[in-house]
């Protein structure tokens, strides 16, 4: 069965330090990839997604950027976070053809 | 612009109770209208509906799919404490990757 993991669960970094979160997805191949935002009091916003890889489309500008080295890795990043980058990040995978998303347990980031 | 929009925000109830979430989409390229349920962490995917007036069913939840009124209810019957969660609806867009396009959710709290 296919599982995906997510780490770290939760993560304090300075203002102005660098991030990286990672996804693993295993059981599948060739998964299409995802990072959202769960904000405060409010629903998943789409930051990146990935069809393949080396493949990476933003939906949003900001602060953040994506990779995806192998076909199940997922890969956020950041330079510089911003106080504004805190919230709930979540990875998830889906199938090619019209399916569900499935979700990594999430990292809560706090920006201090 | 795309947008789903979740009724109520929130909603407090007894056990026992039924309750009803509703959840209307303006969504170019639709395909289909997913629910998860988000306790703590990972939403966990409840109901994939595309066909209109189709109910699909799972224990004592229910949810059902108006294409034409572009909306979806979601029914929970006699509710359990466990039933205690963040709903989320998002409508998948059909664009060459399964893009979800997420509601901000309905906080359900189920008092003993």
């Known amino acids: 069965s296919q599982t995906i993991h997510q780490w770290p669960a ?6 102005g330090s660098p991030l990286s979160l990672e996804c ?26 990935s069809v393949g890889i080396g493949q990476i489309s933003s939906e949003v500008p900001q602060n953040l950027s994506a990779s995806r080295p192998q076909d199940r890795q997922f890969i956020l990043s950041s330079k510089k976070l911003l106080l504004s980058d805190s919230g709930f990040y979540l990875c998830a995978w889906s199938g ?13 980031l706090t920006v201090v | 612009e795309d947008k789903v929009v979740q009724s109520p925000l929130s909603l407090v109830v007894h ?51 108006d294409k ?27 664009g060459g990757y399964n893009k979800l396009i997420f509601g901000a959710g309905t906080r359900l709290a189920v008092h003993p």
């Open chain 1, 10 to 15: 939760t993560l304090v970094q300075p203002v």
């Open chain 1, 24 to 49: 693993t997805v295993e059981g599948t191949s060739n998964p299409n990839l995802y990072w959202y935002r769960q904000a405060a009091g409010r629903g998943l916003q789409l930051l990146f997604y």
């Open chain 1, 96 to 108: 090619q053809a019209n399916t569900e998303a499935f979700f990594g347990q999430g990292t809560r």
């Open chain 2, 15 to 65: 056990e026992g109770d039924t309750v009803t979430l509703n959840c209307s989409y303006e969504v170019t390229n639709f395909r289909s209208l997913l629910w998860y349920k988000q306790e703590k962490k990972a939403p966990t995917f409840l109901f994939m509906l595309t066909s209109s007036g189709i109910e699909k069913k799972s224990g004592r939840l229910s949810s059902i799919l």
């Open chain 2, 68 to 94: 034409k009124e572009l909306f979806s209810i979601l029914n929970i019957t006699a509710t359990q404490t466990g039933d205690s969660a963040i709903y989320l609806c998002a409508a998948l867009h059909s």
